[in-house]
C-alpha cells in the first residue's frame, strides 16, 4: 500500500525567506508524486507533477520538488516566500495502475511573516 | 472552459437524514473521483467513477454510495447520517481514469450534521 508523510502540520516563513515542505512517500512500484495547495474556502489546485521524467519538477507560483528516489521524498521548496502563497499543502502519491488513486498526506499549513 | 462545480456549496442536515451532493466535471472529462476532508483524518478517498461504473472504492461503510451518468456528472449520496460525517466534500474530475491523471478539483461543498 503507498503512503505519504508530511512531517509537521505547521511552517512559519518570513517573506522573502526559503520555503521547504517536506514529503516523504512509500510505495511497492514507481510512483507518480503530486503537491497540492489548498486556499481558504477553496478546492486543491495541483501545483506540480512528477511522473518520471526529469526528477526536478517546476510547478506554478514558482514552486518546484525534487524526486529523490534513494530517499523516497518529493520535497516542495520556493527560493522566496510571498504573502499571497499562505495556504495549506499537500502531498499525494499514486501508483501506476489502472485502478490506483491518489493517497494524501495529512497537509502542512504555511504562514508567511510580514 | 469552465472548472469542476459541486452543489450545494452548504448544507446543514440532522442525524438520521440522507443527502446527495452533486459533481459536475470539467468538460470532455469521463472519470469524477470524491473526498472527504475533516480537520481528524485530512483527504480520504471515497470512490472513482469512470464511464459510469465504479472503479475504485475506499474505506467507507456501505452508507456512502455515488453514481456517474451518462454526462459524466456525478452524484454522491449519504444515508442515516451521523454527526461524524460533517466534512468538507470534494470531487475531482480527469481525462482518465485512476490515480495517473492529473484531477482537477472542485470547491467542495461543507456539510454540517447536527
Known amino acids: 500500500a503507498q503512503s505519504v508523510t508530511q512531517l509537521g502540520s505547521h511552517v512559519s516563513v518570513s517573506e522573502g525567506a526559503l520555503v521547504l515542505l517536506r514529503c516523504n512517500y512509500s510505495?511497492?512500484?514507481?510512483?507518480?508524486l503530486f503537491w497540492y495547495v489548498q486556499y481558504p474556502n477553496q478546492g486543491l489546485q495541483l501545483l506540480l507533477k512528477?511522473?518520471?521524467?526529469?526528477?526536478l519538477v517546476k510547478g506554478i507560483n514558482g514552486f518546484e520538488a525534487e524526486f529523490k528516489k534513494s530517499e523516497t521524498s518529493f520535497h516542495l521548496t520556493k527560493p522566496s516566500a510571498h504573502m499571497s502563497d499562505a495556504a495549506e499543502y499537500f502531498c499525494?502519491?499514486?501508483?501506476?495502475?489502472?485502478?490506483?488513486?491518489?493517497?494524501f498526506g495529512k497537509g502542512i499549513t504555511l504562514s508567511v511573516r510580514p | 472552459k469552465a472548472g469542476v462545480t459541486q452543489t450545494p456549496r452548504y448544507l446543514i442536515k440532522t442525524r438520521g437524514q440522507q443527502v446527495t451532493l452533486s459533481c459536475s466535471p470539467i468538460?470532455?472529462?469521463?472519470?469524477v473521483s470524491w473526498y472527504q476532508q475533516t480537520p481528524g483524518q485530512g483527504l480520504q478517498f471515497l470512490f472513482e467513477?469512470?464511464?459510469?461504473?465504479?472503479?475504485n472504492k475506499g474505506n467507507f461503510p456501505g452508507r456512502f454510495s455515488g453514481r456517474q451518468f451518462s454526462n459524466s456528472r456525478s452524484e454522491m449520496n449519504v444515508s442515516t447520517l451521523e454527526l461524524g460525517d460533517s466534512a468538507l466534500y470534494l470531487c475531482?474530475?480527469?481525462?482518465?481514469?485512476?490515480?495517473?491523471?492529473?484531477?482537477?478539483f472542485g470547491p467542495g461543498t461543507r456539510l454540517t450534521v447536527l
Open positions: 512528477y511522473t518520471s521524467a526529469a526528477t
Open positions: 499525494a502519491v499514486s501508483d501506476r495502475g489502472a485502478n490506483s488513486k491518489l493517497t
Open positions: 468538460s470532455g472529462h469521463r472519470s
Open positions: 467513477y469512470f464511464s459510469e461504473t465504479q472503479r
Open positions: 510505495s511497492s512500484v514507481p510512483p507518480y
Open positions: 475531482a474530475s480527469s481525462l482518465g481514469q485512476g490515480g495517473t491523471d492529473t484531477q482537477y
